[in-house]
C-alpha cells in the first residue's frame, strides 16, 4: 500500500524560483527520504531526515518533518533548468536498519521553465 | 561510491517466456530490493534480501521469485512472463541502517508481448 502521497502531482515554475513539494504518510516512521527521478532512469538520493528532526539542509534542498501531523516538505530554492525531474517521497518503517524496505509515494513532476 | 548494475535498459520478452533481471553491485551492502515502477502507482515493492540466499516478500510477490546466491548479486525471475508484468523494474541497495539513503540502478524497461 502507498504510504506517502505528494502533492502537487505536477508543478511548473520559472527558472530561479523557489519550489515547494509536501508528501504525506500514514504511519509512525523511522525516518523519511526525498529522492529525484530524471525521466526514465533510476532514483537519486537527496536527502533523508529522521523521525527525531525537523528541518534539514543540503546545498538549495530544505526539508522539514512534521511527525504530529505525518507530513514533510521539499523546498528547492534558486531552481535550475537541471532540476526537471520527477520528486518521490519514501518512509522507512519504525524497524529501521535499512533493511525492510521504503514505501514511496507517486511523485511530483517538476518542470522549471528556462 | 555505490554502484549498482542492471543487466539490460531495455527487455523485449514474449508472453509466458521465463525472464531474469539481475542487479549486481560493487559494494558491500547487505541489502538489496526489486522494485516495479508504473504510471500512477508509484515503485511498488516486489522482493527484497537482507543477506546471501534470505528473501522477503514485499507489497506485490505475485509471480515473481528472486535468488541470492552472492551477496553483490540479486536476480529477479519472472517464472511465466504476462502482459501485466510490463513495467520499469528498479533494484536498490543499502548498507546497515541506511543512513544514506538507497542507492538505486538505472532501470530495467520491461516489454511483455
Known amino acids: 500500500s502507498q504510504q506517502g502521497e505528494e502533492d502537487p502531482q505536477a508543478l511548473s515554475i520559472q527558472e530561479g524560483e523557489n519550489a515547494t513539494m509536501n508528501c504525506s504518510y500514514k504511519?509512525?516512521?523511522?525516518?523519511l527520504q526525498w529522492y529525484r527521478q530524471n525521466s526514465g532512469r533510476g532514483l537519486v538520493h537527496l536527502i533523508l531526515?529522521?523521525?527525531?528532526?525537523r528541518e534539514k539542509h543540503s546545498g538549495r534542498l530544505r526539508v522539514t518533518l512534521d511527525t504530529s501531523k505525518k507530513s514533510s516538505s521539499l523546498l528547492i530554492t534558486a531552481s535550475r533548468a537541471a532540476d526537471t525531474a520527477s520528486y518521490f517521497c519514501?518512509?522507512?518503517?519504525?524497524?529501521?536498519?535499512?533493511?525492510?524496505?521504503?514505501?514511496f509515494g507517486k511523485g511530483t513532476h517538476l518542470i522549471i521553465q528556462p | 561510491d555505490v554502484k549498482v548494475t542492471q543487466s539490460s535498459r531495455y527487455l523485449v520478452k514474449r508472453t509466458g517466456e521465463k525472464v531474469f533481471l539481475e542487479c549486481v553491485q560493487d559494494?558491500?551492502?547487505?541489502?538489496m530490493f526489486w522494485y516495479r515502477q508504473d504510471p500512477g502507482l508509484g515503485l511498488r515493492l516486489i522482493y527484497f534480501?537482507?543477506?546471501?540466499?534470505?528473501?522477503e516478500k514485499g507489497d506485490i510477490p505475485e509471480g515473481y521469485s528472486v535468488s541470492r546466491e552472492k551477496k553483490e548479486r540479486f536476480s529477479l525471475i519472472l517464472e511465466s512472463a504476462s502482459t501485466n508484468q510490463t513495467s520499469m523494474y528498479l533494484c536498490?541497495?543499502?548498507?546497515?541502517?541506511?543512513?544514506?539513503?538507497?542507492?538505486f540502478g538505472s532501470g530495467t524497461r520491461l516489454t511483455v508481448v
Open positions: 559494494m558491500d551492502h547487505e541489502n
Open positions: 504511519t509512525s516512521i523511522n525516518n
Open positions: 534480501s537482507y543477506d546471501v540466499k534470505m528473501k
Open positions: 519514501a518512509t522507512e518503517p519504525p524497524s529501521g536498519g535499512g533493511a525492510d524496505g521504503l514505501t
Open positions: 531526515i529522521r523521525s527525531n528532526e
Open positions: 536498490a541497495t543499502s548498507g546497515q541502517g541506511a543512513s544514506n539513503g538507497y542507492t
